[in-house]
């Protein structure tokens, strides 16, 4: 049978005994391997355990089709219901389950993870059609959805997310559920446990998708908008994380090269608004206020004095045996020195 979506989550917890097969298939992988451990772990602890869970390939049960019943009509040596899985199913497994579907009665759970099925898919046509069977679709999230599950994996790690966190979390990430609760573990991990329980947005750009580009966007920013003190603290920890003094100063050139393409449309009449609204790439939401800060306060021909400034600097950086990190901070302290004063 099909199982409705609204059923789905308690079905998961807890499996109707009458089902002997489960068929998980959809677009996100993730999703699919989720709810398999899920429904998994409902009748067997240890997933790994050798005793009550039998893992079979699906090219051995494409060459052997009755393969597939006799291991879910195997005797449990122990308490309890045996677990059968066949992950990366395909149709190529169809007569296998249509003979297990053909048993009166089938002793183990067989959990089946496949791809994206369409509705001609004759393996869920024989999932979908049988009293035995229960075919369960995974589909990528919405917007809304995501933002629930966020929640609910951070809740999972004793964690809650500012709304301006949340928010670019979802904005950050994909649908496929293996990647969403990979980021929200590296974001535990970088909390730790004396880190706080409650992610905020610096911690979410910090670690999560794009967080890198992000880190260094906020250093270059700090430098143009004359916060020296930011400027300091986001340079340590770029530099703490591994991150080249080299890459900074060209990431620092750039953002300067964009701010005078940015200046030009100012200078023709356009509002710093709109400029920031036509930028291509788009300029993110996270960096737009202080975007604009910079835009306001730099004029054209101190933004083309500053760039040629670093090209220099990064040249140097290159031909001398200075450390490269002192030079790199000398560099975008010069550039806050006069980022405050212009403002």
């Known amino acids: 049978m099909r199982l409705p979506a609204a059923r789905v989550e308690a079905f998961l917890d807890r499996p109707d005994p009458s089902i002997g097969l489960v068929l998980l298939f959809g677009p996100d992988a993730g999703l699919v391997a989720e709810r398999a451990g899920r429904i998994g772990r409902s009748v067997v602890e240890d997933l790994a355990d050798p ?27 122990l308490d309890g219901r045996r677990l059968v899985r066949v992950r990366g199913a395909d149709d ?13 009665r089938i ?29 369960i679709g995974c589909w990528p999230e919405g917007e809304r959805e995501r933002a629930h599950t966020i929640r609910v994996l951070l809740a999972e790690h004793g964690l809650e997310a500012e709304p301006e966190a949340l928010a670019f979390l979802v904005e950050q990430q994909g649908a496929d ?16 446990p004396e880190g706080g329980r409650t992610v905020r947005l610096a911690d979410a750009a910090a670690v999560v998708g794009e967080g890198a580009a992000l880190a260094l966007d906020d250093a270059v920013l700090a430098a143009l908008t004359g916060d020296a003190g930011r400027l300091e603290r986001d340079l340590a920890r770029l530099l703490a994380a591994g991150e080249e003094p080299v890459r900074i ?20 009449g356009a509002s710093i608004e709109a400029a920031l609204a036509a930028a291509r790439p788009p300029v993110h939401f996270r960096i737009k206020g202080r975007l604009a800060a910079a835009l306001a306060r730099w004029p054209s021909e101190r933004l083309s004095a ?11 950086l290159k031909r001398t045996g200075r450390p490269a990190g002192l030079l790199l901070r000398q560099a975008l302290a010069v550039l806050a020195d006069r980022a405050a004063v212009l403002g």
Do not use: H, M, N, W
Not at 55 to 61: A, F, G, Q
Not at 107 to 135: C, F, H, N, T, Y
Not at 177 to 192: D, F, P, T
């Open 107 to 135: 002793e183990a759970l067989v959990v089946i993870e496949a791809g994206d099925l369409g509705p001609s898919s004759k393996l869920r046509q024989a999932a979908e059609k049988s009293a035995a069977a229960a075919a």
């Open 177 to 192: 559920r293996g990647v969403l609760r990979a980021e929200v573990e590296k974001l535990a991990l970088y909390l730790g």
């Open 92 to 104: 190529g497994i169809t007569k296998a389950v249509e003979l297990l579907l053909g048993l009166e």
């Open 249 to 268: 100063l060209r990431a620092t050139s750039t953002t300067l090269l964009r701010l005078l393409r940015l200046r030009a449309e100012v200078e023709r």
């Open 51 to 77: 005793f009550r869970v039998s893992e079979l390939e699906p090219d051995r049960l494409r060459s052997e089709p009755q393969r597939l019943a006799l291991e879910a009509q195997a005797l449990c040596l």
């Open 306 to 316: 500053e760039l040629a400034r670093l090209v220099e600097a990064e040249s140097e």
